[in-house]
C-alpha cells in the first residue's frame, strides 16, 4: 500500500483544457511516413511564446521569449514539459489547432513564413542572459501578479543589483528562486540540474502538505488516514481504481466517495497516450457505476477531494456529468485578462449510468489543487451541491512548460480558469460553505475523521 499511495501523487497538477475542432478535419502529425505535409513550416502561438518548426521528419520546439528565441534542448522533467503534439487540425480563419490528446487541447497556432531573426541555435546562457529571459517570460505570460499581490518590477530590479556575469550557478539559482517564493503558487516551480544533483524550487503548498511531510513523512500520513476512515465507512465499503478511489457508506444513509487524483485509475496504457486517455474516463465512469449504484436508498453523498492532487482535466468533466440533470456551463479558461476564452465547458448530463442529484457535500482541504479545485469549483455552481472543510490551495492554471536556454526547466501558471459568473479563484482558493477543522493544527491524522463525523452530524440534524 506505501508504494502505490506514493505513487498517486505522481499526477498532481496535470491539467489541459480544450474546445473541440471538428473531428473529421483532424489528422495525425506523424503519417508513419514523416510529418503531415499540411503542417510542415513554422507555426506561433502567441499564448504560450512556442514556435514550432514541423519538418518531414520531425517538430522542433523553440521558446519565443521578449529575450531571446531558442530551441527545447530536451524533454522536461514532468509531464507537462514532455508533451508533444499528435494531431493537427487547420482552421477556417487559416490558423491551426495542435492537441496532445484527441479534443484535450485549445493551442491555436498562426502559420509564420520563418523563423524569426532572433532566433538562435547556440543561446547566450551566461547568468546575466537567463536572467532576463526568466524574468521576461513571467512578465510576458504570468497572470497572477496582482491576485498574488507581487510587484514584479520592483522584485526583479531588486535582484538585478546582485546579478554579474561572474556568479555561480548556485548563486543565479538562489536569486531565481528568491523571485519565485513571494508568488507562493504551486503551479510554478524551476527544476535545475547542479554538479550532477536536481534542485527543484517550488512553494505555495499551504500548510497541510509541509505539516505532514516534516513531523510524520507523506506516507505514513497518508496510511493513516485511511487506516482511520476504512473501519468508519460501513460494512462493504471498497479501496479500489488502482487505490486513487473509496466509496462506501455511512450509517446506512449517507453515500461516501474520496477521490486521491484526477486519472491514475488504469495500468494497462502509457500515461499520455490517446488509448490511456479513453480508457481513464472509461474506468472513472465505471468506478461511479459500482459506487452509485450502492447509493439508492441514500439521503446525501459526500465527495471527499480533501486529498485530491490533480490530473487529468478530462476527468473533473466527466465527474461533473454524474451530479447534473441538465446542461451547464462549467468554467472558462483565458490566458489574457480582458481576452475572450480560448475555452468554454458546458458539462451534459451522463447518459449511459446512474446520476445522483440528491444533496451533495464536496470536502476540499489546502492540500486540494488543481483538478479537484477544477471539480469543486464546478460542482458547488449546482444547486443541491455544498462545500465543506477548509478553503482550497488556489492554484488552476495549466503549468506553461517554459525550459531556460541554460537547461533549466521552468514551469509558470497563465491560464485564467474562471466559473460560469466569471468568478476566479486563483490565489485566494474556494473557500467552503461550512468550515470544518480538516486537517487541525493539533492531529493531522485524526482531525479528518473528526471533521468527517461533524459532517455527518450536521447533515444528519438538518443544519448543513
Not at 214 to 228: C, T, V
Not at 283 to 309: C, Q, V
Not at 331 to 350: F, H, K, L, S
Amino acid at each position: 500500500m506505501f508504494r502505490t499511495l506514493i505513487l498517486l501523487l505522481g499526477l498532481a497538477g496535470c491539467a489541459g483544457t480544450y474546445a473541440p475542432p471538428e473531428p473529421a478535419s483532424r489528422q495525425m502529425l506523424d503519417t508513419g511516413n514523416g510529418m503531415l505535409a499540411e503542417a510542415q513550416g513554422v507555426w506561433r502561438s502567441e499564448e504560450s511564446g512556442w514556435l514550432l518548426q514541423i519538418t518531414p521528419d520531425d517538430i522542433i520546439r523553440w521558446q519565443e521569449t521578449p529575450a531571446a528565441c531558442y530551441p527545447t534542448r530536451q524533454d522536461g522533467p514532468t509531464m507537462m514539459g514532455q508533451i508533444e503534439y499528435r494531431y493537427f487540425t487547420p482552421q477556417a480563419d487559416g490558423t491551426a489547432r495542435f492537441e496532445y490528446l484527441p479534443s484535450d487541447g485549445h493551442a491555436v497556432f498562426t502559420r509564420i513564413s520563418a523563423l524569426p531573426e532572433t532566433c538562435r541555435e547556440e543561446a547566450d546562457t551566461g547568468p546575466e542572459a537567463v536572467f532576463d529571459v526568466f524574468t521576461s517570460v513571467f512578465r510576458r505570460h504570468y497572470a497572477f501578479f496582482d491576485q498574488r499581490g507581487v510587484d514584479w518590477e520592483k522584485n526583479v530590479a531588486a535582484a538585478r543589483t546582485s546579478l554579474s556575469p561572474e556568479m555561480s550557478e548556485a548563486d543565479l539559482l538562489d536569486l531565481l528562486a528568491g523571485l519565485l517564493e513571494p508568488l507562493q503558487d504551486s503551479h510554478t516551480k524551476l527544476v535545475a540540474s547542479l554538479e550532477g544533483e536536481t534542485r527543484r524550487i517550488q512553494s505555495g503548498l499551504g500548510t497541510t502538505l509541509p505539516r505532514a511531510r516534516g513531523e510524520i513523512g507523506e506516507g505514513p500520513w497518508l496510511i493513516g488516514l485511511l487506516d482511520n476512515l476504512m473501519p468508519y465507512l460501513d460494512e462493504g465499503a471498497a479501496h479500489t481504481g488502482n487505490e486513487r478511489f473509496i466509496r462506501g457508506t455511512i450509517n446506512d444513509h449517507i453515500g461516501y466517495i474520496q477521490i486521491f487524483t484526477m486519472g491514475g485509475f488504469t495500468t494497462g496504457h502509457e500515461p499520455g497516450t490517446p488509448e490511456w486517455a479513453e480508457a481513464e474516463v472509461a474506468a472513472l465512469h465505471a468506478l461511479f457505476d459500482e459506487a452509485l449504484a450502492g447509493f439508492d436508498g441514500t439521503d446525501a453523498l459526500i465527495l471527499d477531494l480533501s486529498n485530491n492532487r490533480g490530473g487529468y482535466d478530462a476527468i473533473t468533466r466527466a465527474i461533473a456529468s454524474r451530479f447534473t440533470d441538465s446542461p451547464f456551463t462549467a468554467y472558462t479558461v483565458r490566458t489574457e485578462w480582458d481576452g475572450a476564452p480560448q475555452a468554454v465547458y458546458t458539462i451534459n448530463p451522463y447518459q449511459d449510468g446512474p446520476r445522483y442529484t440528491k444533496p451533495v457535500y464536496v470536502i476540499i482541504s489546502d492540500v486540494t489543487v488543481s483538478g479537484g479545485e477544477i471539480t469543486a469549483m464546478m460542482l458547488r455552481q449546482l444547486p443541491q451541491i455544498r462545500t465543506a472543510g477548509q478553503t482550497s490551495r488556489g492554484a488552476f492554471s495549466t503549468p506553461l512548460a517554459k525550459p531556460l536556454p541554460n537547461g533549466w526547466y521552468l514551469e509558470l501558471s497563465n491560464e485564467i480558469f474562471a466559473d460560469a459568473d466569471g468568478n476566479v479563484f486563483e490565489g485566494k482558493g474556494i473557500s467552503p460553505d461550512i468550515d470544518l477543522p480538516l486537517f487541525g493544527t493539533h492531529d493531522l491524522v485524526d482531525s479528518h475523521l473528526t471533521s468527517l463525523k461533524q459532517l455527518v452530524a450536521c447533515i444528519e440534524d438538518g443544519t448543513c
